[in-house]
């Protein structure tokens, strides 16, 4: 009982085996060896595009079987495969010969002319195996007709340039659409119309320029107006900064085809750039309070600055706008003050100094020192040297800096190393070098480090160090009174002064602020804290970097317990060698104080203190 239905189990799935070998055929695209391509129809007319040809792709295997379900690839370089939009490849499954397909064998795909006239050349791929055929489509695409304009864009592909000149972007690509009611492209005027019209509203008037094609294909400007042509419904214009800045406002106008304009008008008016940044034309130094000044760990401290460069409209330059920086901390002669005693003689600082223009000589009859005048820098004799760099403070910035060309070889005159564009009289100078050790560095954004002698701009600031030696010989060099510090001969001789230049004809700034600082706070430090009498106390004033402070000057306060029943009375002095309250060359006082009344008990407290500094406290107790 159980033998036959293992028997017809079996037969039920052999059957289907012995059909397809009795068919001869297989139904996998890997089986595919050939395939023959044919069209319904040779042409068609892309003045019918509804029209199509259906393209049939016969498929066989190796034994010449027509192969079912295999996937044949489609492709041509002309019309498409679908009616409604453009598709140059499609796929197609070949059928088993049913009445819902193309055929035993035979995938089949349609055809359509497209827009374009020419001979389609038709592919059919399968595993490798391709064949062509060729349909003809001829005609001429009719292209409908775009409505006239019902509304006007502007649009700019910069919305801030900057003044021509400044190395930076200085124009903006301007288009212009007329658009249909429904938000299209709408129509261009008749060949040799222009049928836009795009003008300035708001402009600084510093020689600003429109520039674009007219319907001739004459590229043409204007400082004003411009007609221009569509093409596809848009006309692209240029639009190029001048010398000045400010807002840019245009107005953009449609024009009917005879180029006038419609009625109403069509028109649209926009706010479509800025124009800023002009060359620079002010330098401002600015030293932060807090913090500046970076202890370097080997002898030498820093000191950051900061420069703002705005144009003459008060706008920042141009980001990468290159300052030059340049330092002098030894004057070689001045005609201003601090006089410089040379021992032979002093400077005149009577600020008569003068320049003519187109010339290289600079002058100074009063003054007749250009040849004799020296200093003493590590104990060498020093005169004015080639190079050496002279600054006029009251000229124009075209002129404020230059340099010695060569050797003075005359009294009353120096040769710089160009002209001079300006004829002026009564100059106040100074011919300088940095001697003292005192270097500049600034901070380009676009690099790592600091780079020697220059700073490069971001949102119109820079950043810039000053570098010196921090020791008791060189510290507070141009901090205090050239009457006062006698480490540098001669006496006046130490200044320190930062030039920055944006240009040699337009910013130029001296700045005389940035002397040789400690690191606050200073601090006053004794010996002993409590006296009972009449003292000479020890001091000496250190910075955060424990160097000593010559020639800096401090304060003294006195306040007296509730209970002084003898009226004690406590006078603070004099440092014995400076003759005031004021450190000596190395950093130290030997300070007079005096007691007078008092009885046991009585007691009194001296602060002594500088300014940012941490004060002292000094109790005195009558025994």
């Known amino acids: 009982m159980t033998v036959l239905p293992r028997f017809f189990h079996s037969l039920v799935l052999a ?23 044919s069209a319904s129809n040779a042409s068609l007319d892309i003045g019918f595009p509804e029209r199509f040809t259906t393209i049939s792709a016969t498929v066989r295997d190796t034994n010449g079987a027509l192969l079912r379900n295999a996937t044949v690839q489609f492709s041509t370089n002309l019309g498409s495969f679908s009616a409604t939009e453009v598709m140059t490849r499609t796929t197609a499954e070949t059928g088993r010969g049913g009445s819902n397909d193309a055929g035993d064998g035979v995938a089949a795909v349609r055809l359509y002319p497209g827009q374009s006239a020419g001979s389609a050349t038709v592919t059919a791929y399968v595993n490798g195996v391709q064949t062509t055929t060729t349909v003809t489509i001829a005609g001429t695409a009719v292209e409908p007709e775009r409505p006239v304009p019902a509304s006007i864009s502007i649009a700019a592909s910069e919305r801030a340039i900057y003044v021509a000149g400044v190395g930076q972007m200085e124009s903006s690509t301007i288009t212009v659409r007329l658009l249909t009611s429904t938000g299209g492209a709408a129509q261009d005027a008749p060949a040799g119309v222009n049928n836009v019209r795009v003008s300035f509203t708001t402009q600084p008037n510093g020689g600003e320029m429109l520039l674009g094609t007219q319907a001739s294909g ?25 010398q000045l800045p ?178 002026e009289t009564g100059l106040e100078y100074l011919v300088g070098a940095s001697l003292l ?28 160090f000053l570098t010196y030696p921090a020791n008791q010989d060189t510290l507070l060099t141009s901090c205090v009174s050239s009457s006062l510090d006698t480490r ?55 910075d955060q970097g424990l160097v000593r402070l010559p020639f800096l000057n401090f304060e003294a306060g006195i306040s ?35 007691t007078t009344g008092g009885v046991s008990g009585d007691r009194a407290t001296i602060t002594l203190g500088v300014t940012n500094g941490t004060p002292l406290a000094i109790t005195v107790t009558v025994p």
């Open 218 to 242: 004459q590229l043409v400007q204007n400082t004003k107006t411009l007609d221009v042509a569509t093409t596809n419904g848009v006309a692209t214009l240029t639009l190029s900064s001048g």
């Open 560 to 594: 007296y317990d509730d209970d002084n029943i003898g009226n004690l009375l406590v006078s603070v002095g004099s440092c014995l060698v400076t003759g005031s309250r004021r450190t000596d060359l190395n950093g130290q006082c030997e300070l007079s104080i005096t």
């Open 488 to 542: 540098h001969s001669p006496r006046g001789s130490a200044q320190v002064w930062v030039v920055a230049e944006a240009s040699g004809s337009s910013a130029t700034t001296i700045d005389d602020r940035a002397c040789f600082s400690y690191i606050s706070p200073a601090v006053i430090t004794s010996g002993i804290t409590n006296i009972s009498g009449n003292t000479i106390l020890s001091l000496e004033i250190r």
């Open 15 to 37: 059957l289907p085996l012995l059909l397809l070998a009795a068919c001869g055929g297989s139904d996998k695209t890997e089986d595919a060896t050939a395939v023959t391509v």
């Open 246 to 423: 400010g807002v840019i406002e245009l107005r953009a106008e449609a024009l009917n085809a005879s180029g006038q304009s419609y009625d109403p008008v069509i028109q649209t008016t926009a706010s479509a750039l800025s124009i800023a940044s002009g060359p620079a034309h002010s330098i401002v130094f600015s030293y932060p309070v807090a913090a500046s000044i970076q202890n370097m760990n080997n002898g030498t401290y820093r000191r950051e600055g900061g420069l703002l460069v705005t144009d003459r409209y008060g706008n920042p330059v141009a980001d990468g706008t290159v300052i030059n920086l340049g330092v002098i901390d030894s004057v070689l002669l001045s005609n201003r003050t601090p006089q410089i005693n040379y021992g032979f003689g002093t400077t005149v600082i009577d600020g008569n100094a003068s320049t003519t223009a187109n010339s290289t000589v600079f002058t100074d009859l009063s003054n007749a020192l250009f040849q004799s005048a020296v200093i003493t820098r590590n104990n060498t004799s020093r005169f004015i040297e080639a190079q050496d760099r002279v600054l006029i403070f009251n000229a124009q910035a075209e002129d404020k800096s230059r340099f010695v060309a060569a050797l003075p070889n005359q009294a009353t005159t120096v040769t710089v190393n160009k002209n001079y564009l300006n004829t």
């Open 437 to 464: 050790g005192m270097q500049v560095s600034g901070v380009d954004p676009a690099k790592e480090g600091l780079v020697s002698g220059q700073a490069v701009t971001q949102d119109g600031a820079a950043s810039f």
